[in-house]
C-alpha cells in the first residue's frame, strides 16, 4: 500500500527560528508533492506544491524535494506564532491518485 | 464569492437517520473529492467525480453515495448513520488530475462536522 509518513508531532520551534517538516513518501513513481497547512477547525489551504528535485521558495517557505530520497520537506523561515498549525504533506502518485500523510503539529512558542 | 462551500457547517442527528451534505464550487473545476477526517485529523479520501463519472471509489461503506447532478455541484448522501459516522466532511475541487503542478491543487471547502448521537 502507498504510503506518506509524517511525524505527528508536536514539533515545538522558538519564535524567529527555522521550523523545518518532513515528509517521507513510498511510490517512487510519484509525480507532484504538495503541503498544506490547517489551523484547527478550518479546512486545509495549500502553501506550495513541487514537483522538481531541489529547493522552491516562496516568501519564507521552501520546499525540497530529492526524489531519489522519497523525501520532501517544508522550511518556514522566521517562524512566526500565526505559523502554529498542522501541515499536511500530500503526494500525487504514479496511478495520478493524492495520498495524504497524517500531518505534524507545529507549535511556534512566542 | 465562496470558491467551495459546503451546507450544512454543522449536524447533529440520531442514529439510524439518513442525511445529506451539499458542496458547491464556483471556480469552473473538472473534479470534486468528499473526504473524511476523524478525530485523529487524519485526512482519508471518500469519492472523487470527474465530469459526471466516479473515478476512486475507496472502500467506504454503500451507506455513503455520492451524487453529482452537474460539475459543480457534489453532494453526499449517508443512510443509517452510525456513531462512527462523526467526523468532519470535506468537499474539495481540483482543475483535473494527471497533469503535474497547479492543475492537481485541490481546493477545500469549510468542512462540516457531523455528529451522531
Known amino acids: 500500500q502507498k504510503e506518506v509518513e509524517q511525524n505527528s508531532g508536536p514539533l515545538s520551534v522558538p519564535e524567529g527560528a527555522i521550523a523545518s517538516l518532513n515528509c517521507t513518501y513510498s511510490?517512487?513513481?510519484?509525480?507532484?508533492f504538495f503541503w498544506y497547512r490547517q489551523y484547527s477547525g478550518k479546512s486545509p489551504e495549500l502553501i506550495m506544491f513541487?514537483?522538481s528535485n531541489g529547493d522552491k521558495e516562496d516568501g519564507r517557505f521552501t520546499a525540497q524535494l530529492n526524489k531519489a530520497s522519497q523525501y520532501v520537506s517544508l522550511l518556514i523561515r522566521d517562524s512566526q506564532p500565526s505559523d502554529s498549525a498542522t501541515y499536511l504533506c500530500?503526494?500525487?502518485?504514479?496511478?495520478?491518485?493524492?495520498?495524504w500523510g497524517a500531518g505534524t503539529k507545529l507549535i511556534i512558542k512566542p | 464569492d465562496t470558491a467551495v462551500s459546503q451546507t450544512p457547517k454543522y449536524l447533529v442527528t440520531q442514529m439510524g437517520n439518513d442525511k445529506s451534505i451539499k458542496c458547491e464550487q464556483n471556480?469552473?473545476?473538472?473534479?470534486m473529492y468528499w473526504y473524511k477526517q476523524d478525530s485523529k485529523k487524519f485526512l482519508k479520501i471518500m469519492f472523487s467525480?470527474?465530469?459526471?463519472?466516479?473515478?476512486i471509489n475507496e472502500t467506504v461503506p454503500n451507506r455513503f453515495s455520492p451524487k453529482s447532478p452537474d460539475k459543480a455541484h457534489l453532494n453526499l448522501h449517508i443512510n443509517s448513520l452510525e456513531l462512527g459516522d462523526s467526523a468532519v466532511y470535506f468537499c474539495?475541487?481540483?482543475?483535473?488530475?494527471?497533469?503535474?503542478?497547479?492543475?492537481?491543487?485541490?481546493?477545500f471547502g469549510p468542512g462540516t462536522r457531523l455528529l451522531v448521537l
Open positions: 474539495a475541487s481540483s482543475q483535473e488530475t494527471g497533469l503535474a503542478g497547479r492543475w492537481e491543487t485541490q481546493y
Open positions: 471556480l469552473g473545476h473538472d473534479t
Open positions: 467525480y470527474n465530469n459526471k463519472e466516479l473515478i
Open positions: 511510490d517512487r513513481g510519484s509525480q507532484s
Open positions: 513541487i514537483y
Open positions: 500530500a503526494v500525487m502518485d504514479s496511478n495520478y491518485q493524492l495520498i
